[in-house]
């Protein structure tokens, strides 16, 4: 399955890039009710570092290691190397419209696991696409307003948005 998601938001490429360049913005960015658990990440998004997260659905835990890749200032690739799917290939691109405005592109190759759980659990997942990246929208339009409005760090403006 593949699934495409664009919005625009007003911040400039460097601030969108900065903002995805760091693991704490994607438990920023996920919807309740699932929680995200880091269990360890780069301190920022670089090639071939990798990602070792659980995602809670609930009570069902996702246990998940995905690789960086292709990255630069417009955009990265994360890619699953374990976890509850077949395959997962998730490209970031950040197109600068002007100077105060980017592009944010989400491009997923999804493939559901053959199996009596995961097979289920990966369909559900897939089928939800758009809600989450409504969410993600929403919530990366949010931060980055907010940042750009407060001057606030990065780090911290994360770090109180994953409580």
Do not use: C
């Not at 760091?22 to 990798?50: K, L, S």
Request: aromatic share 10%; no cysteine; glycine share 6%.
């Amino acid at each position: 399955m593949n699934y495409q998601h664009r919005f625009r938001v007003q911040a400039p490429l460097q601030a969108v890039a900065d903002f995805h360049s760091y693991p704490d913005a994607m438990a920023a960015i996920t919807p309740p009710p699932i929680f995200v658990q880091v269990h360890q990440a780069p301190p920022r998004v670089a090639d071939g570092e990798a990602m070792d997260f659980t995602m809670w659905l609930g009570p069902l835990p996702l246990r998940w290691r995905a690789r960086f890749e292709d990255v630069s200032t417009t955009g990265f690739v994360d890619r699953m190397v374990q976890g509850p799917l077949a395959a997962w290939s998730h490209r970031h691109s950040f197109v600068p419209v002007d100077d105060g405005q980017t592009d944010v592109v989400d491009e997923l190759a999804v493939e559901v696991r053959r199996h009596p759980v995961w097979g289920p659990v990966g369909l559900g997942m897939s089928l939800n696409l758009p809600v989450l990246f409504a969410y993600r929208q929403w919530q990366t339009r949010r931060l980055l307003e907010r940042q750009s409005q407060s001057g606030q760090a990065m780090t911290e403006l994360l770090q109180q948005a994953g409580k």
